[in-house]
């Protein structure tokens, strides 16, 4: 076992001689520039050279495709919940307007009543009491069945209910969007660099390469290099690139499956021409496999 653990150590350190610059002859810098998605780039000595990005990106994750459809439907939930507030709201609004507009309505009467009764002639009056006892019996009964409709519903609030029940509907509508905000938030698109080890699932690396005609219109060979928590290759691939391909960006896939993969931190790395370009770091979290025996690999 222990035999088998040295070998490995031993493969992988040649692996990551193989690709280390040589001292005195690279055009790359041993200090890196740290930009602002984490990328650490080694600076090129030659002027509009070419260098690179790198980003990752969960795929094939089960449990993270699970949680994205449990925040959609949260999210649905919250929007008709917010739709039905908002048309409660919209029903309390109008019946406050009712309530303002009824005291002005009555003071609009009010001169136009005392005119009428001033034009009323003394001869008229005997048929106009008649006619106003009439009147007030149709009132009466009238007012009588307004009042069982008043009874329920939103007519049954006191103005201080009405308003109160309107600043509760506010504040529950702004808390609903809130949450809607939160949601859309964390289903947006963002830079990671901490997964939860899983079976089927990969990290992916994309690899952005900048100036790519900085070294003119030759084929370039770079290699990709995945390093696990020991320091030790995890996985390596080469990569021909001609400056004249449709895009400038290249992948590099990390499976991350608990029998091939143990907590802890990891490193990505890009060479050209055999000298570090840039790397990056990223965390797997969770239960995983244990040290590899001899003769295993890593890899998609």
């Given at each position: ?52 990005t ?10 993270r495709?699970?949680?994205?459809r ?14 039905d ?13 009712r ?5 002005a ?21 005997k ?35 009405l ?68 320091g ?33 931190h ?15 770091d ?19």
């Open positions: 076992m222990r035999t088998g653990t040295l070998a490995t150590a031993a493969a992988g350190l040649a692996a990551l001689l193989l690709l280390s610059p040589v001292t005195g002859c690279g055009t790359r810098s041993t200090s890196a520039m740290l930009t602002a998605d984490s990328t650490r780039v080694f600076a090129s000595s030659i002027p509009g050279d070419v260098d690179a790198i980003g990752f990106a969960l795929k094939d994750s089960d449990k495709a699970a949680g994205r449990l925040e959609r439907e949260h999210a649905d939930a919250i929007k008709d919940e917010v739709r507030l908002t048309r409660a709201q919209a029903n309390l609004q109008r019946e406050q307007e309530r303002h507009a009824r005291p309505a009555l003071e609009n009467e009010r001169p136009r009543e005392s005119e009428r009764r001033a034009k009323t002639s003394s001869g008229e009056r048929k106009a009491r008649s006619s106003k006892a009439k009147a007030d019996g149709d009132a009466e009964r009238a007012g009588r069945r307004v009042r069982s409709v008043e009874t329920s519903g939103l007519a049954a609030l006191s103005d201080r209910a308003a109160d029940s309107l600043s509760s509907l506010e504040r529950a509508i702004a808390a609903g969007q809130d949450s809607l905000g939160a949601i859309q938030a964390r289903l947006a698109p963002r830079e990671e660099r901490s997964y939860e080890i899983e079976e089927g699932a990969k990290v992916v690396a994309s690899v952005r390469l900048e100036n790519p005609w900085g070294r003119g219109h030759r084929p370039m060979l770079l290699h990709f290099l995945w390093v696990d928590p020991d030790i290759a995890a996985y390596r691939k080469a990569v021909k690139y001609a400056p004249n391909d449709s895009s400038n960006v290249l992948t590099s896939s990390f499976g991350i499956g608990p029998t091939r993969r143990a907590a802890g990891y490193n990505f790395r890009v060479y050209l021409f055999r000298e570090l370009v840039a790397e990056k990223f965390e797997l979290t969770g239960v995983g496999l244990t040290p590899k025996e001899e003769g295993e690999s890593g890899g998609m």
